[in-house]
């Protein structure tokens, strides 16, 4: 199955992985961010919804994803908030981030942090393709 953009688990033996591919950079942000809350089996109210905007130092492909899934479990944890739309634009030295979302309603399983172990995004025939260790 060729898709644009997507996301597997992969079988890990104590921690979570999980496979991410897309297009490019935005792409890949994106559904990264979306594989982790499905992972942690992350639902949202319906309301109130809300918008957080911030920015994301830009220093290589691998710490901007460490750094922007980071953040997304951090105000998680701090706000317990969780988010479901993202707008992404990547600059020559940070990415703008416009992300949506609503409370936590309910998450059957927490993330603790997002590795470096192993990663590397690499460049394939159907674009970017990345594995991401979850600490749980």
């Given at each position: 199955?060729?898709?644009?953009?997507?996301?597997?688990?992969?079988?890990?033996?104590?921690?979570w992985e999980?496979?991410?591919w897309g297009p490019d950079i935005i792409s890949l942000l994106d559904t990264a961010a979306r594989g982790m809350y499905v992972l942690a089996h992350t639902q949202l109210a319906s309301n109130?919804?809300?918008v957080r905007d911030f920015e994301i130092p830009f220093?290589?492909?691998?710490?901007?994803?460490?750094?922007?899934?980071?953040?997304l479990l951090f105000l998680g944890e701090d706000e317990e908030i969780?988010?479901?739309s993202f707008k992404l634009k990547l600059c020559t030295d940070n990415l703008k981030v416009q992300a949506s979302g609503a409370p936590i309603?309910?998450?059957?399983?927490?993330i603790k942090a997002v590795?470096?172990?192993d990663m590397q995004i690499?460049?394939?025939e159907r674009g970017l393709v990345v594995n991401i260790v979850f600490d749980v």
């Open positions: 199955m060729d898709r644009k953009a997507g996301f597997r688990e992969i079988e890990h033996t104590a921690d999980l496979q991410v109130p919804r809300f220093i290589d492909q691998e710490s901007l994803l460490v750094d922007f899934l980071s953040e969780a988010f479901d309603q309910n998450q059957a399983k927490e590795t470096y172990h690499r460049e394939t």
